[in-house]
């Protein structure tokens, strides 16, 4: 991971996508891949309220952000949106 990003230096800290408290855990793939040129379905709508308040919201947003995943929803960001980059910069507070 990128030293931007560097959330910590526990001696062997659980990955987010391993943390059993995240959100989306057990909620099925289709909720969070929506087809390309969909911008407002109900299930893109769950995925960012659920991703809202969830514990590893910032590791995830990291995560995407260096990745430049473009399909799907992390962090609350439809990452196939055009403004995907600049949310994902936004909520890890280097806009």
């Given at each position: 991971?990128?030293?931007q990003?560097?959330?910590?230096?526990?001696?062997?800290?659980?990955?987010w996508?391993?943390?059993?408290?995240r959100?989306?855990?057990?909620?099925?793939?289709?909720?969070?891949f929506?087809?390309?040129?969909?911008?407002h379905?109900?299930?893109?709508?769950?995925?960012?309220?659920?991703?809202?308040?969830?514990?590893?919201?910032l590791?995830?947003?990291?995560?995407a952000?260096?990745?430049?995943?473009?399909?799907?929803?992390?962090a609350t960001?439809?990452?196939?949106?055009s403004?995907?980059?600049?949310k994902?910069?936004?909520?890890?507070?280097?806009?």
């Amino acid at each position: 991971m990128n030293d931007q990003f560097d959330f910590g230096d526990e001696p062997d800290p659980v990955r987010w996508f391993e943390d059993p408290e995240r959100h989306c855990v057990g909620t099925g793939e289709a909720m969070w891949f929506v087809p390309d040129g969909h911008r407002h379905v109900p299930e893109l709508n769950r995925a960012k309220a659920l991703c809202a308040d969830c514990p590893v919201l910032l590791d995830c947003a990291a995560d995407a952000y260096e990745l430049g995943d473009r399909h799907g929803v992390r962090a609350t960001v439809n990452l196939s949106s055009s403004t995907a980059r600049r949310k994902l910069a936004e909520i890890l507070g280097i806009a």
